[in-house]
């Protein structure tokens, strides 16, 4: 047999599976509810204190630094946790953010990805994760 007729056929196989893999390991955009913070959120100097008092007790050992009680079991976070401190989360979508808090690792793409964080709708409000969300954009610098 010729090795000749062999080539092009390796050659569309690398190109199919290398497509897969490139698809397959891009960032896959998600659908989120649409919703609006609440108006004057963001200079509330009350709602952005609780929302830090609610990240350092419920949050930090996850998303926080180090000084604020990180947890060492985070490091071995895959996909990492962030700790919200790039200057692109000032300007993240506040909604995206409410429905990740929300719904945690319960949603693709996070489920599939290997996400632990949990879903805090249930456990809370309404106006605390609004808080969690303004603290984290005014976190961001």
């Known amino acids: ?16 599976v290398t497509t897969l893999l490139v698809y397959g390991c891009g960032e896959q955009p998600v659908t989120y509810p649409a919703r609006r ?9 009350a709602q952005l204190q ?3 008092k609610l990240f350092r007790s419920k949050c930090a050992s996850c998303h926080g630094k180090p000084s604020e009680g990180r947890s060492e079991r985070a490091a ?4 990492p946790a ?4 790039g200057a692109h989360y000032r300007e993240t979508d506040p909604a995206y ?4 808090i929300e719904v945690g690792k319960t949603v693709e ?5 290997g996400s632990v ?13 609004w808080q969690i969300v303004a603290y984290l954009q005014v976190r961001a610098h």
């Open 117 to 129: 964080m949990p879903a805090w709708g249930v456990h809370f409000s309404e106006e605390k994760i």
């Open 82 to 85: 962030p700790d919200f401190t």
């Open 109 to 113: 793409p996070y489920r599939s990805q």
């Open 1 to 16: 047999m010729s090795s000749a007729k062999g080539i092009p056929r390796k050659l569309l196989q690398l190109t199919v």
């Open 37 to 45: 913070m609440p108006a004057g959120l963001m200079q509330d100097v």
């Open 50 to 52: 609780a929302g830090q």
């Open 97 to 100: 953010l409410y429905w990740r």
């Open 76 to 79: 071995f976070f895959n996909p």
